[in-house]
C-alpha cells in the first residue's frame, strides 16, 4: 500500500519555526513533483507549495511566499517544508501530495495529485 506520511507538526507561537517531513513508504517519488497543501477548519484546501521531480523549479502560493520554503531530498526520497515567520493564519492541517504523472511540470492544482498523506497539525499561538 502506497502512503505519504508528514511528520513535524506541532504547536509554535506565532513568530517561530517549524519544519515538516514527507516520507512515502510502498514506492518511490523521487521522480514526480510534490507539494504541500493546508486545510484550516471551515475552510477550503489551500495550496502552499510544490517543487519539480528534480528540485528544479518551485512554487508558492501568495501567503506564505518569502516565509516557506520547500526542498526535497531525492537520496531519503524526502520533501521537507521549512516554515518561518508562521502566522495564527498559517494554523491548518497540513498535507502532502505526489503528482500522478512522471516527470510532469510542476502544478499546483489539488486534483493532478494522486497521493496524499493522512497531514500534520500545525498550530501558531499568537
Known amino acids: 500500500q502506497v502512503q505519504l506520511v508528514e511528520s513535524g507538526g506541532g504547536l509554535v507561537q506565532a513568530g517561530g519555526s517549524l519544519r515538516l517531513s514527507c516520507t512515502p513508504s510502498g514506492r518511490t517519488f523521487s521522480s514526480y513533483t510534490m507539494g504541500w497543501f493546508r486545510q484550516a477548519p471551515g475552510k477550503e484546501l489551500e495550496f502552499v507549495t510544490c517543487i519539480s521531480w528534480n528540485g528544479g523549479n518551485t512554487y508558492y502560493g501568495n501567503s506564505v511566499k518569502g516565509r516557506f520554503t520547500i526542498s526535497r531530498d531525492n537520496a531519503k526520497d524526502t520533501v521537507y517544508l521549512q516554515m518561518n515567520s508562521l502566522k495564527p493564519e498559517d494554523t491548518a492541517v497540513y498535507y502532502c501530495?505526489?503528482?500522478?504523472?512522471?516527470?510532469?511540470?510542476?502544478?499546483?492544482?489539488?486534483?493532478?495529485?494522486?497521493?496524499w498523506g493522512q497531514g500534520t497539525q500545525v498550530t501558531v499561538s499568537s
Open positions: 501530495a505526489a503528482d500522478r504523472y512522471y516527470r510532469a511540470r510542476i502544478t499546483t492544482a489539488s486534483h493532478d495529485y494522486d497521493y
